[in-house]
């Protein structure tokens, strides 16, 4: 015979002296059954009862954990908290929990956890991520809680790839890259570095996903300068600076030569003197000196001799 927690009979079965058990089906889960067993002889004549047994049920799954919560802690981790709802005393408590984590529709991990926290770690930088979570004690699972998102952090990007610095002309030189290995977030600006002889420095700005170069001008001719590149996100986060790379721009026309002077050396020669350009421009290797006819020159400013010298 079985009866429930309040007493009431349930249900009875009759067996054969000789088989000794009976097996009750179509029971509650969760309910607490209590058994006892008569012996019954042939003129059907009933016999003392035996003791109940002790509580006896069938235990279910457990409930579905509430209050699921995340918490996003940096670019690479996420924590995950939930709560176990109060149950009935006759409910067998989760043994643990199993926690899932999603990309898309990707299942990146899954854990077995006895408490109720659990933070995630080397996630991916600036990604979407679902989270669930289910209990579970001897007769099963729970259905797993609703899908709850968080994203991680942004943080600095990489180093512009490939930096290059290009001569255009004696005025110009063109600086291009390739987009950092790991973007991290969103971007904003280029950031172009240039460094003068004299470790001077200025900045230029360049919108990303625009064009990938800067043409440098307004420099010196002759004169090498060198570049670094970083790139700027959307929280104004500056990332990795490239290695320093150096060019020079091309030759051009000198100024001309300064503090020229001269000096009668006999009744039929003069000593020209002078002094470097101010700019050379480039690789100076002669000068060209040049006498004039008073007459030639004051008619046609041309020039009526020449001559090399160092």
């Known amino acids: 015979r079985s009866s429930d927690l309040d007493g009431k009979l349930e249900s009875s079965q009759t067996t054969s002296s000789t088989a000794r058990k009976a097996i009750f089906t179509n029971l509650v889960r969760n309910v607490i059954y209590y058994f006892t067993v008569v012996a019954v002889t042939k003129p059907n004549l009933q016999g003392a009862q035996s003791a109940f047994t002790p509580n006896i049920y069938i235990p279910s799954p457990p409930p579905s954990p509430v209050d699921v919560t995340v918490y996003v802690y940096s670019g690479k981790s996420i924590g995950f908290r939930w709560v176990f709802p109060p149950t009935s005393p006759s409910l067998e408590p989760p043994k643990g929990y199993t926690i899932y984590l999603y990309r898309g529709t990707q299942l990146v991990q899954s854990k077995n956890v006895t408490g109720t926290f659990y933070e995630f770690t080397a996630l991916q930088v600036n990604t979407q991520y679902q989270f669930q979570v289910a209990a579970f004690n001897g007769a099963g699972y729970s259905h797993p809680t609703a899908l709850v998102s968080a994203t991680t952090q942004e943080t600095p990007p990489s180093a512009p790839q490939h ?16 987009q950092p290995q790991q973007l991290n977030g969103k971007s904003k600006y280029y950031i172009i570095t240039k460094v003068d002889p004299d470790k001077s420095k200025k900045q230029y700005f360049v919108p990303a996903g625009i064009q990938m170069y800067r043409l440098i001008t307004g420099l010196l001719p002759y004169t090498t300068y060198t570049f670094t590149v970083a790139l700027m996100n959307d929280k104004n986060q500056t990332g990795a600076i490239s290695p320093m790379v150096s060019n020079k721009t091309a030759e051009s026309v000198p100024s001309a030569p300064v503090n020229v002077r001269t000096m009668p050396l006999t009744l039929t020669s003069i000593q020209v003197l002078w002094s470097r350009p101010l700019s050379p421009n480039g690789n100076s290797s002669t000068t060209k000196c040049n006498s004039l006819d008073k007459e030639t020159a004051r008619a046609s400013r041309r020039f009526a001799s020449s001559a090399e010298c160092s």
């Not at 930096?163 to 390739?178: E, F, G, H, P, Q």
């Open 163 to 178: 930096v290059r610095a290009l001569t255009v002309n004696s005025t110009t030189i063109k600086v291009a890259y390739d």
